[in-house]
């Protein structure tokens, strides 16, 4: 297909594919003339791959990062899958970033026998987390983290056993937008098993169990 | 107390909290003489309340609502905690927050045998992070949303379980900080996770598996 067939197809706006083109995210069509170029399959998908990541807010460099895994994959599926995930926002803009020590994630790693590398930016993300539980005053317990380690690593397992293996492609893109793109789902998901479970416990539950101090004392 | 100890005390300055105190979002201190008021630990807690929910992102008018329920809960616990809930962002500005069905949230729950209320802005939400997912070709499907929503609910549950009963006040700060400051533990749990589960199921796996199309048309 021409350059405006892809535009067509792909959505993306002409003066946006030429710029992909210049910067290298987007591989040259096959030159079929002096002045036009024809472009495939490969061309439409590496398009919606490209749409997909900014639209889970990934910045160009980043695009970049996960588009040069696809082309040239690290050795094992592993270190390419991981490279494309340390790729993912949040991006954290805090001097902690820089630190090369997360003591909070580091004991939560610890318990459930993970690997802890203060350098995966996931770690940093989790030590910030962790914190701002504690600031509020309801800070992680052995008793909480055994619960969620447990059940979000069935999540992670049937998350990976879903893979597709097909092609490298696919597998990196199923990695990197399965996870960022079902965050949202997952914390959606619970806070209607909030109300869910808290409507069978609590449905016709009156303040009366509870301590009333707070109540009387500001009327 | 006096308000310049409550500022030394609560880390909020003196202009926020007379600025809360003329919204009424802190009760008035008790009058000791014409121009000043005795202030105690509940507007200590008050104010640190009003401090974590403005740090997981609440607008003034969205805080009103949940301190309005510390101090009037409704007629149930439920109801109470149900409304505070539905205060905490993310807050949807697009036209589907208007919408009066959501297909995809709408078969989920219904597969789920949860209730289906359009009106829940979570219901909106999940409704948009379905939609992501099937734009960028990852459809929720019955096998995932089936594990993933047991194991939810298995985390919800202890959630609910771990929630104190000691007061009113107590129950909403937990229920409100809790979901919306757990969030990020579960999400970066859930990524390292997939690189512990990844670790062991690829390790020393190549691309030798996957189909390689795609690396040898972009070399």
Redesign the interface.
């Known amino acids: 297909m021409r350059v405006s067939e892809l535009v067509a197809v792909s959505g993306v706006p002409l003066a946006t594919v030429k710029y992909y083109l210049r910067e290298g995210l987007l ?1 040259p069509g096959e030159a079929s003339s002096a002045t036009q170029a024809e472009y495939g399959e ?1 061309h439409v998908r590496r398009l ?1 791959l490209i749409k ?1 990541l900014a ?2 807010g990934l910045p160009l460099a980043k695009i970049r990062i996960i588009v040069g895994l ?2 040239h ?1 690290a ?4 270190e ?3 490279g494309a ?1 340390a790729a ?1 926002p949040p991006y954290s803009a805090d001097a902690d970033a820089e630190a090369d020590d997360y003591p909070r994630a580091r004991a939560v ?1 610890e318990r459930l026998g ?2 802890y590398r203060p350098a ?1 930016p ?2 940093a ?2 030590e ?3 914190a ?2 504690e ?4 800070p ?2 052995d ?2 983290l055994d ?3 447990r ?10 056993q ?1 893979m597709p ?5 696919s ?1 990196i ?3 990197v ?3 960022a ?19 069978t ?7 009366d ?7 009387q ?2 009327p």
Chains 1, 2 share one sequence.
């Open positions: 591989m490969q919606s997909a639209g889970v696809v082309d994959p050795d094992t599926v592993f390419t899958i991981g995930l993912l790693l993970q690997v995966y996931v770690v993300q989790l910030k987390a962790l701002a539980a600031d509020v005053g309801i992680m317990t008793e909480r619960v969620y380690a059940h979000i690593r069935s999540i992670a397992e049937v998350d990976l879903l293996t097909d092609s490298v492609a597998a893109e199923y990695a937008l399965g996870t793109i079902y965050e949202p789902v997952l914390t959606a998901l619970r806070r209607l098993a909030h109300q869910d479970v808290g409507a416990m609590f449905a016709r539950r009156t303040f169990g509870f301590a009333t101090s707070d109540r004392e500001n």
